[in-house]
């Protein structure tokens, strides 16, 4: 299994709800990413987990908030965001963060739009 | 920051010929992969070199990595229609923790 699932695929959020995006890998990596993206712009890098621990949080406001219950699984929580906060999401994991050949297998994103 | 740079921003060609894709970046780096996007949806990685590798080959994939001028180029031979997509570069740190993405290349190929 080389898939990295992200759920939901879509997502509508009005600013003063409160929503999560899920992300879940079954390949025993230990890295875990999210993502930014607005349209016909590179991702942007959010956090990332090491170990189910924080190892990078690029400056992002605290509205967006991750969790790591466990080696599979990734959250983001979603709290009082903008209109400008409509972008797609991704999550992404790869074998080791701090290795040479870290391939990152991505998943399809959440599209989401803040109204 | 971003610290890959692409050129094209965009490229147009007809199937059959081949696309050429270049990248900078600025800061030493421990690799240096490809990726591809088709209509915003999730990446698929195409190839990775490695910073003491100088060229790579995967099937119509060619990649090219120069340390010393700090740029890489991607080369798709005889494109398909299909090969239609935004192609990212992206580079690893030193650290390896953080993996930075270039502009995009947006490589249409017409039929």
């Known amino acids: 299994d080389t898939e990295v699932t992200q759920t939901p695929k879509h997502l509508v959020m009005g600013m003063t709800n409160k929503k999560s995006l899920k992300c879940e890998q079954h390949?025993?990596?230990?890295?875990m990413y999210w993502y930014k993206q607005k349209a016909k712009k590179p991702p942007e890098l959010m956090f990332v987990y090491s170990y189910e621990k924080l190892s990078i949080n690029e400056s992002v406001p605290s509205r967006f908030s991750p969790e790591c219950p466990n080696s599979s699984l990734l959250n983001l929580h979603l709290h009082a965001l903008q209109p400008e906060d409509s972008a797609l999401y991704l999550c992404?994991?790869?074998?080791?963060?701090?290795?040479?050949?870290?391939?990152?297998?991505f998943g399809q994103g959440t599209r989401l739009t803040v109204v | 920051s971003q610290q890959g740079e692409e050129d094209p921003q965009a490229l147009s060609i007809q199937e059959g010929e081949n696309a050429t894709m270049n990248c900078s970046y600025k800061t030493s780096i421990n690799n240096l992969q490809w990726y591809r996007q088709n209509s915003g949806r999730g990446l698929v990685h195409l190839i990775l070199?490695?910073?003491?590798?100088r060229e790579k080959h995967s099937g119509r994939l060619r990649v090219t990595l120069d340390t010393s001028k700090k740029s890489s180029s991607l080369l798709i031979t005889a494109s398909r229609a299909a090969d239609t997509a935004s192609y990212f570069c992206a580079t690893s740190n030193t650290g390896g923790f953080k993996t930075i993405f270039g502009a995009g290349t947006r490589l249409f190929v017409k039929a």
């Open positions: 070199i490695r910073s003491n590798e």
């Open positions: 390949m025993g990596h230990r890295a």
């Open positions: 992404a994991s790869s074998q080791e963060p701090n290795v040479m050949n870290t391939e990152a297998f």
